[in-house]
């Protein structure tokens, strides 16, 4: 079975500085699919950025970056310039791929990462 | 904004009432999704559904049944809650099942909030 870890609950970062959330996972599956969301308080999941794990290139999605070592099944998340409206749990997830039998079998979430701005 | 559109955003209901989430995506998706998340922790998985079909129970308890009326619309019907049951119900969709590339990417909607009381 697959897991994922975030093990920082809470982070905090001054207002236009930079930020990395951690995240790790353990999976013996070649084919898969690796993504952050974000979940203000108004509780809504929002897709901040998605991996592949054929693509070596990181993904990047404005001031949002990943950092995915796939060997060390590693994929962290960068905030640059970080702004008030950051602040949230953002969850790191991982979905199997169709090549390792996977479907509709929902996401794995990590436990979470609160994220505080500092004005 | 969200393209998954739940109702009612809050819900109030007594251990013995008989009520109904409802969840509707025109993105064309063919898997929805329930997910239960109580607070600080992540949401978990309930049910599943690919092409209007039930694919996943995860062992959820009978008073949380499903529905799939059509491929835009998914329900969760709700009878004889314990107060536990209390959480936000999230509903999800995605482009299929076996999606490749950007159809892997699970949407969510706003959430339903339901207490027990």
């Known amino acids: 079975a697959q897991t994922v870890t975030q093990s920082q609950p809470e982070m905090s970062v001054q207002e236009a500085e930079t930020v990395t959330l951690s995240c790790t996972y353990d999976?013996?599956?070649?084919?898969?699919?690796l993504f952050w969301y974000k979940q203000p308080p108004s509780r809504q999941m929002i897709l901040v950025i998605r991996q592949e794990a054929y693509k070596q290139q990181n993904a990047t999605e404005n001031r949002f970056s990943v950092n995915f070592q796939k060997a060390a099944k590693s994929f962290s998340l960068k905030i640059s310039d970080s702004q008030l409206g950051d602040a949230a749990m953002y969850f790191c997830?991982?979905?199997?791929?169709?090549?390792?039998?996977?479907?509709?079998?929902?996401?794995?979430f990590g436990k979470g990462t609160h994220l505080i701005i500092q004005p | 904004d969200t393209e998954v559109t739940q109702t009612p955003k809050h819900l109030v209901m007594g251990m013995t009432n008989k009520k109904s989430l409802k969840c509707e995506q025109h993105m064309g998706h063919r898997a929805m999704y329930w997910y239960k998340q109580k607070a600080k922790k992540p949401p978990e998985l309930m049910f599943v559904y690919s092409y209007e079909k039930l694919s996943i129970n995860e062992s959820v308890p009978s008073r949380f049944s499903p529905e799939c009326p059509n491929s835009s619309l998914l329900n969760l019907h709700l009878h004889a809650l314990q107060p536990e049951d209390s959480a936000l119900y999230l509903c999800a969709s995605s482009q299929d099942r076996y999606g490749i590339g950007s159809g892997n990417t699970i949407y969510f909607g706003e959430g339903s909030w339901l207490t027990v009381v």
């Open positions: 999976t013996s599956e070649s084919d898969y699919y």
């Open positions: 997830a991982y979905r199997r791929g169709s090549l390792s039998g996977g479907g509709a079998d929902g996401l794995t």
